[in-house]
């Protein structure tokens, strides 16, 4: 799963860039409005994998991962539907956006309206998405027009749900409404799953703030749907993300009165905007933590491990983390228990559970 950090110039995304991912990507206050690109993958923190690390001492312990994309160069063509190209094409293949949104003040760092204003900025990018997804649509709309105009349609349903689909997602854009905010369907996204829509996409809305002023997600009025809101310092926290020793973490957070650093925070929210959640297999060559969509059967979680698991699928063993830890990690208490239980295909996996796959191929 792939998120892209975007937003205004300066916002502060390369900043962020670093504080999630530890990386010390030069940052500048001039812009170079180029299309420039860094990736990196980052561990979810588990407290989970960490006890179960403790208890099974394995050879090799793995986290799930988050793969983050700082992406610049965003502001070209803004307000003029004018994304194309290359960043277009960036954008499209990602999982869900951090987006970025100038808070803080600082007279050394232009500002490409001038002027700092964080509600004026976020939607500016939204009103581009909302753009840019209307020009999908009502090209994609003019096409199937014209197919049924020939009388060129291999198959009358597929074309006639399609229609009536895109017909419903334009009038939601008409109202300025992001797309996300629809109750479609799994088929429905499967059919609109090569378009790349914008704002169908989840958002994480990060407003960058500085050392003072006010908190701009206090009192916003930006409700949507698989949206999240948060705002945190991004330049204390790239520092934060710089330390190695603990006890100097500690006093920095002391210092500047932060509970905890917000990167932990960030990266378990883009988790749950990702509509993912995690199951566990233990023992002692491995330890790991495995992303899962959510609603996913045991056959499908078998099949994340290996193919061959999937298709020899006979049962899954499941005991469910919160159950082990009652049990002081003593799985044969767990048993007697009668919380080991050993479920089938059809079993909806939860997040917690650990998982043994009895197979044979
Ligand atoms: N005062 C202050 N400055 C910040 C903060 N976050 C970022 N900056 C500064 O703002 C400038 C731009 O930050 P970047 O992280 O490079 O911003 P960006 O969005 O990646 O910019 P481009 O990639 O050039 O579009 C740099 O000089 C940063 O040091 C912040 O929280 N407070
Ligand atoms: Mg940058």
Redesign the pocket.
């Known amino acids: 799963m792939r998120l892209g950090i975007i937003?205004?110039?300066?916002?502060?995304?390369?900043?962020?860039f670093n504080a999630l991912t530890g990386s010390d990507l030069p940052?500048?206050?001039v812009?170079?409005g180029q299309l420039?690109v860094h990736t990196a993958v980052v561990a979810v923190p588990d407290e989970r994998v960490d006890r179960l690390a403790e208890i099974y001492h394995p050879k090799k312990t793995t986290y799930t991962t988050i793969t983050y994309t700082?992406i610049?160069?965003l502001d070209k063509g803004i307000g003029e539907g004018g994304l194309t190209g290359p960043m277009r094409n960036e954008l499209q293949q990602l999982d869900g956006f951090l987006h970025?949104v100038r808070a803080?003040t600082?007279e050394?760092?232009p500002h490409p309206q001038e002027t700092v204003d964080p509600i004026r900025d976020l939607h500016t990018i939204d009103a581009e998405f909302l753009l840019l997804d209307q020009i999908t649509i009502e090209n994609r709309l003019a096409r199937l027009g014209e197919e049924k105009q020939k009388g060129k349609i291999d198959n009358k349903q597929a074309h006639a749900d399609e229609t009536a689909l895109l017909e419903r997602l334009h009038t939601q854009l008409e109202a300025e409404q992001p797309l996300r905010d629809l109750d479609l369907t799994d088929d429905e996204h499967k059919m609109l799953r090569g378009y790349g829509l914008m704002s169908l996409k989840p958002v994480m809305v990060i407003f960058?703030?500085?050392d003072e002023g006010s908190d701009p997600a206090e009192g916003l009025d930006y409700d949507h749907k698989r949206t999240v809101v948060l705002s945190l310092?991004?330049?204390?926290e790239a520092e934060i993300a710089q330390l190695d020793d603990p006890d100097d973490v500690a006093m920095f957070l002391g210092e500047y009165n932060i509970d905890e650093p917000s990167r932990n925070r960030v990266i378990r929210l883009s988790y749950e905007l990702l509509n993912i959640h995690s199951f566990l297999t233990y023992g002692e060559d491995e330890v790991r933590a495995w992303s899962l969509r959510k609603g996913a059967t045991s056959v499908e979680a078998a099949g994340t491990i290996h193919s061959d698991l999937a298709r020899g699928f006979i049962r899954a063993e499941v005991v469910p983390y919160a159950e082990f830890i009652v049990s002081n990690g003593n799985l044969a208490d767990v048993k007697s228990r009668g919380k080991m239980r050993l479920e089938g295909k059809e079993y909806i996996v939860q997040d917690g559970d650990m998982l043994v796959i009895r197979f044979a191929v």
């Open positions: 937003g205004l110039p300066n916002s502060g995304k390369t900043t962020v940052t500048e206050p812009s170079s420039e700082d610049g160069g970025i803080f600082d050394s760092v960058n703030m500085g310092r991004g330049k204390l």
